[in-house]
C-alpha cells in the first residue's frame, strides 16, 4: 500500500505530462462538403422621396463553403423575365431603372439580367463575411409612387458542374 | 490513511484528466457552433453512377433563426463560353426527380430529401444543378431577402458507358494589355465532366513561354473557350502554340494552332 501511492502520483504527473503529447499525433477527419449562407435581414427600400437621386442599402452576409470556387449573386426572386425583371414595383408604378448590387468596391451590376451577375467568388472559406450594396436610381422627373416590394435571392453556388 | 490517500490521488488523477480534456475541447465547441447560422445544404455536390431509380440524399438545415418555406428543384446548367456555369431558373432538370420539393422548415431543424434520376438519357449521364430556396414565411414592404444555395448534380455513366473524348477548334487572342491571354475551343464529345486541364508551348519572335492549363469542367456537348496561358509581355508578330490537352490523367488531344498577337 504504502508503493501504492506513490505509483498513484507517478501516473497522475505521467498521464498529465502524456495529455500535449497527444497534439503531437496525427489527427484528421471527414468534413462534408457543403454550402451554408447566412444573410442579415435589411430593411429599406419600401417607399422613396420626390426627386432624382441614389438610394442605398446594405445586405451583410456569411459564407461558409467546401467548394474549390463558389459564387455570391443576387437575382430576382418574383420574376424570371420581362419588364418587371429587377425592377422594384408598387401596385401603382414600376421604376425606370433597375436595382443594382455590388459587393466591395466592384462596379455596379444591374439585376434585370437573365444571366445571375457574380458579385464576388471565394475558394474554400469559414463564415466568410461579404456586404452586398444595393443601389436604386430614381431618374429626374419620376414620382415614386405607392409601396414597393421585392424578393431577393441571394445566391451561393457551386461552379463546378 | 493510506487508502484515503489513494483516493485523494486518483480524484486528482481524474481531475487533472478531465482538465485537460476540458482544455481541449473548449476552443472547438464555439467553433462548430459558428460553423453554421443559415442555410445550408450537404453535400455541395451529389455524385452517383447514372443508373435507372439511382438515388441519393440532401440534407437541408435551417439555422436562419426564421422560420423558412422551402423549395428543392433540379435545374439544367447554363455554360458560358469563359467556362462559367449557372443554373438555369427557367427550366428543370426533367430526367430528374426531387421528392420532398416543397416544405416548411421551423428554425433549427434539418431535412433531408431524396433526388432520383427516373430515366438515364441517351447520353448516358446526368449533370445538373440542386437549387434550394428558403423564403421567410413572413413577407414585408421594402425588400426582402431570401436563401438560395445551387449544389452540383452528378450522375456520372457507367464504366463501361464512360466516353472522353475532346474536339479542338481555333485558338484566339483574348483580352488586353496585362489581361492579354491565348485560348483555344474546346468542345466535350464525350460523356462525363472529367476536367480538361493539359500543357501549352508557344513559340514566336517575341520568344517562347509554356505553362499547364487551368483544369476546367466542360459540360457534355459544350464548347468553351478554354484559357491557356497568358500572352502578356510578348512582343506583336506570329507565333505557333502545341497544345495537349488531358483528360482523366491521359493525352486526349494534340493540336498545333497558329495566331498573332497585333
Known amino acids: ?161 | 490513511m493510506y487508502r484515503s490517500k489513494l483516493t485523494l490521488g486518483v480524484v486528482i488523477v481524474a481531475g487533472l484528466a478531465a482538465a485537460q480534456l476540458a482544455s481541449a475541447e473548449g476552443p472547438s465547441a464555439p467553433a462548430a457552433d459558428a460553423a453554421q447560422a443559415g442555410l445550408s445544404v450537404t453535400p455541395a455536390v451529389i455524385e452517383t453512377t447514372a443508373r435507372r431509380g439511382a438515388s441519393s440524399l440532401a440534407t437541408i438545415t435551417n439555422s436562419t433563426g426564421r422560420k423558412l418555406r422551402v423549395t428543392v428543384r433540379a435545374r439544367p446548367w447554363r455554360q458560358a463560353r469563359s467556362g462559367a456555369v449557372a443554373a438555369n431558373r427557367r427550366r428543370a432538370l426533367r430526367s430528374v426527380r426531387v421528392r420532398s420539393r416543397k416544405f416548411t422548415m421551423a428554425s433549427g431543424t434539418s431535412r433531408s430529401v431524396t433526388v432520383r434520376l427516373a430515366r438515364v438519357p441517351a447520353r448516358r449521364s446526368q449533370y445538373g444543378a440542386l437549387e434550394v430556396v428558403g423564403r421567410p414565411v413572413k413577407r414585408r414592404r421594402g425588400i426582402n431577402v431570401a436563401y438560395r444555395l445551387i449544389s452540383s448534380l452528378r450522375f456520372n455513366p457507367t464504366a463501361g458507358a464512360r466516353r472522353l473524348r475532346l474536339g479542338a477548334g481555333s485558338a484566339r487572342v483574348t483580352g488586353r494589355g496585362s489581361n492579354r491571354a491565348l485560348a483555344l475551343r474546346v468542345r466535350n464529345r464525350g460523356n462525363t465532366v472529367d476536367p480538361v486541364g493539359g500543357s501549352v508551348s508557344i513559340s514566336g519572335p517575341g520568344g517562347g513561354r509554356s505553362g499547364s492549363i487551368s483544369s476546367t469542367r466542360i459540360l457534355p456537348g459544350k464548347r468553351i473557350n478554354l484559357r491557356l496561358i497568358s500572352l502578356s509581355g510578348l512582343r506583336k508578330g506570329r507565333y505557333s502554340a502545341s497544345v495537349t490537352l488531358t483528360q482523366a490523367g491521359r493525352n486526349r488531344v494534340g493540336v498545333t494552332r497558329r495566331f498573332r498577337i497585333r
Open chain 1, 1 to 161: 500500500m504504502r508503493r501504492l501511492v506513490p505509483l498513484a502520483a507517478v501516473t497522475a504527473l505521467l498521464l498529465v505530462a502524456a495529455a500535449p503529447a497527444s497534439a503531437q499525433t496525427d489527427v484528421g477527419g471527414v468534413v462534408p462538403s457543403m454550402l451554408d449562407l447566412s444573410i442579415d435581414d435589411p430593411r429599406g427600400f419600401a417607399s422613396f422621396p420626390r426627386g432624382p437621386g441614389e438610394h442605398e442599402l446594405l445586405i451583410g452576409t456569411r459564407i461558409t463553403s467546401t467548394a474549390n470556387r463558389a459564387t455570391l449573386s443576387v437575382v430576382d426572386g418574383d420574376q424570371t423575365s420581362g419588364r418587371r425583371l429587377g425592377h422594384l414595383a408598387s401596385s401603382a408604378s414600376v421604376l425606370a431603372q433597375p436595382l443594382e448590387a455590388r459587393v466591395g468596391s466592384d462596379p455596379f451590376q444591374p439585376l434585370d439580367v437573365s444571366i445571375d451577375p457574380v458579385l464576388a467568388e471565394f475558394g474554400p472559406v469559414a463564415r466568410e463575411r461579404a456586404r452586398i450594396r444595393l443601389r436604386q436610381r430614381i431618374e429626374a422627373g419620376e414620382r415614386p409612387r405607392g409601396t414597393y416590394t421585392k424578393t431577393l435571392l441571394i445566391t451561393l453556388s457551386s461552379t463546378a458542374p
